[in-house]
């Protein structure tokens, strides 16, 4: 990497780890969580609910199959930061076009090798999400600890206008459309209107600042409220579209951020947990 020997990682509470450095050298902040999938993970590097976080890798081998054009979830990587433990030394797949540190490096995004991160998450899961500092440039950990410690947390932040689409788009159904419905975009996953397209839905995705008339004028079967990241407390616009479409009579449905904001809508309030369990192999 260009003669830069070494990388850091600091979390919050001063934990400390040392490592390689993997993808872009630098230097970034932001929220550390951990994701258990042992596959899948293009997806949540391009999954937009991810913005302004770091991600741990629980599993050891990350970089296998490589990184193709197909499996994106929105146009770039979308995480502040990535964790690994043992990356790939070559990728091994027929749908590989690059490897995973090169489609990291091309984003800017910095990353860690290299790191315990079955230790890294254990310390998470005993003390919750936290602000962490991945850094190839700096070398004394008090310094980066004071950078992080600077660094806004995630509580009250409002993130979604940041990753929606900046313009309205309509994907349109696969065969004959049966219903028509409006999704609200605050950080929408890419495949989402794909496989509602694959059911014969119409589907009008909006920007996150949108309002209720904008929804409404459609004429909406349904309003679909997305994933996304950031304090659903602190996102007040869409709380109050999702109030309109249900005083019209609309049917809404959400998932994951969207399910939070249609909950505050109904008068719910929202609480953070102490880590939340992100991974494509959910215990059930």
Same mark, same amino acid.
């Given at each position: 990497?260009?003669?830069?020997?070494?990388?850091?990682?600091?979390?919050?509470?001063?934990?400390?780890?040392?490592?390689?450095?993997?993808?872009?050298?630098? !230097? $970034?902040?932001? *929220? =550390?969580?951990? /994701?258990?999938?042992?596959?899948?993970?293009?997806? #949540?590097?391009? %999954?937009?609910?991810?913005?302004?976080?770091?991600?741990?890798?629980?599993?050891?081998?990350?970089?296998?199959?490589?990184?193709?054009?197909?499996?994106?979830?929105?146009?770039?990587?979308?995480?502040?930061?990535?964790?690994?433990?043992?990356?790939?030394?070559?990728?091994?797949?027929?749908?590989?076009?690059?490897?995973?540190?090169?489609?990291?490096?091309?984003?800017?995004?910095?990353?860690?090798?290299?790191?315990?991160?079955?230790?890294?998450?254990?310390?998470?899961?005993?003390?919750?999400?936290?602000?962490?500092?991945?850094?190839?440039? !700096? $070398?004394?950990? *008090? =310094?980066?600890? /004071?950078?992080?410690?600077?660094?806004?947390?995630? #509580?009250?932040? %409002?993130?979604?206008?940041?990753?929606?689409?900046?313009?309205?788009?309509?994907?349109?159904?696969?065969?004959?459309?049966?219903?028509?419905?409006?999704?609200?975009?605050?950080?929408?996953?890419?495949?989402?209107?794909?496989?509602?397209?694959?059911?014969?839905?119409?589907?009008?995705?909006?920007?996150?600042?949108?309002?209720?008339?904008?929804?409404?004028?459609?004429?909406?079967?349904?309003?679909?409220?997305?994933?996304?990241?950031?304090?659903?407390?602190?996102?007040?616009?869409?709380?109050?579209?999702?109030?309109?479409?249900?005083?019209?009579? $609309?049917?809404?449905?959400?998932?994951?951020?969207?399910?939070?904001?249609?909950?505050?809508?109904?008068?719910?309030?929202?609480?953070?947990?102490?880590?939340?369990?992100?991974?494509?192999?959910?215990?059930?």
């Amino acid at each position: 990497m260009g003669g830069v020997s070494g990388a850091l990682l600091v979390l919050e509470d001063g934990r400390t780890f040392r490592g390689e450095p993997y993808g872009a050298v630098g !230097e $970034t902040v932001g *929220e =550390a969580v951990f /994701a258990t999938g042992m596959t899948g993970y293009q997806e #949540t590097l391009t %999954d937009p609910s991810y913005h302004r976080q770091v991600v741990v890798m629980t599993a050891p081998h990350i970089g296998n199959t490589g990184v193709n054009d197909e499996d994106p979830e929105s146009g770039r990587v979308q995480v502040a930061g990535y964790v690994v433990r043992d990356p790939a030394r070559r990728p091994s797949s027929w749908r590989a076009r690059r490897p995973l540190e090169e489609e990291l490096a091309a984003a800017g995004v910095v990353g860690v090798s290299g790191v315990d991160t079955r230790a890294l998450t254990r310390h998470l899961r005993e003390r919750g999400a936290m602000r962490v500092g991945l850094s190839s440039v !700096e $070398t004394d950990p *008090e =310094a980066l600890l /004071a950078r992080v410690r600077e660094a806004p947390g995630m #509580t009250g932040a %409002d993130l979604a206008h940041e990753v929606c689409t900046r313009e309205p788009y309509v994907v349109p159904a696969v065969g004959d459309r049966r219903k028509v419905v409006v999704a609200l975009d605050l950080g929408i996953k890419r495949m989402t209107p794909q496989l509602l397209a694959r059911r014969g839905v119409e589907t009008h995705v909006l920007p996150a600042w949108s309002t209720a008339d904008e929804v409404l004028a459609r004429d909406p079967d349904g309003l679909f409220v997305s994933n996304g990241p950031g304090d659903p407390a602190a996102t007040g616009g869409p709380v109050e579209v999702v109030r309109a479409a249900l005083d019209a009579g $609309t049917p809404v449905f959400g998932i994951c951020f969207g399910n939070q904001i249609l909950g505050r809508a109904l008068g719910f309030g929202t609480y953070k947990l102490r880590y939340g369990h992100r991974g494509i192999n959910q215990p059930v």
